[in-house]
């Protein structure tokens, strides 16, 4: 059956009101698709402390200085602290046997935006539960600079120098390695109990 040119009109009307549709939908979700990239963009950084809620943990800087001038310290490398730090058992074992105020202890910074009795109130690691370790003071140096938390990052600044300056300090340092404590990164499978506070 032939179509006139009023069905053919029709037809091509409708296509063009079906692709001027589709262009003003597009439109319209650009700017939401934006805002979704944006979201996705900025929430990893504002999910770990761009909210300005973590501050320095005065206790913990206090403990750290302490543990370092009895000589609990682990000179590492700067990149050691990924194969160093306590794993999720390990804290969670640390929890369960001497509570959180001695794991909030091990950690620079406290997000008062978490309740105390948690795990992520506390932020910015520095040791294995029994020794400071270099590499973590490092990582926390860079952390707090990346997110903007100059008093945790002059805190973790100023635990490295102590470090430094004990590792110069020792007679004889220009002929030898500095003497550290062992590392002891403790694994649950080799070590069933953690040594309490100092």
């Not at 635990?159 to 003497?179: D, F, M, Y």
């Amino acid at each position: 059956m032939p179509v006139g040119p009023t069905a053919r009109m029709a037809v091509l009307q409708r296509q063009a009101h079906s692709r001027s549709s589709l262009a003003k939908n597009r439109i319209r979700r650009i700017p939401v698709m934006a805002l979704a990239a944006s979201t996705l963009i900025i929430s990893p950084a504002s999910s770990f402390g761009q909210s300005g809620k973590v501050k320095l943990n005065e206790t913990a800087f206090a403990y750290a200085k302490e543990l370092i001038r009895q000589g609990h310290v682990v000179c590492d490398k700067k990149n050691a602290w990924a194969d160093h730090h306590p794993v999720a058992e390990e804290e969670n074992e640390f929890i369960r046997a001497h509570g959180f105020v001695e794991y909030g202890i091990w950690h620079l910074g406290i997000d008062e935006t978490h309740a105390e009795a948690t795990k992520a109130r506390y932020k910015f690691p520095f040791g294995d539960f029994k020794n400071v370790h270099r590499c973590g003071l490092l990582a926390v140096k860079s952390r707090a600079h990346q997110f903007g938390y100059a008093d945790i990052e002059k805190a973790a600044t100023q635990l490295i120098e102590i470090i430094n300056s004990k590792k110069e300090n020792q007679p004889g340092a220009e002929h030898r390695l500095p003497v550290c404590a062992s590392s002891g990164v403790a694994s649950l499978k080799r070590q069933t109990s953690w040594s309490g506070g100092l």
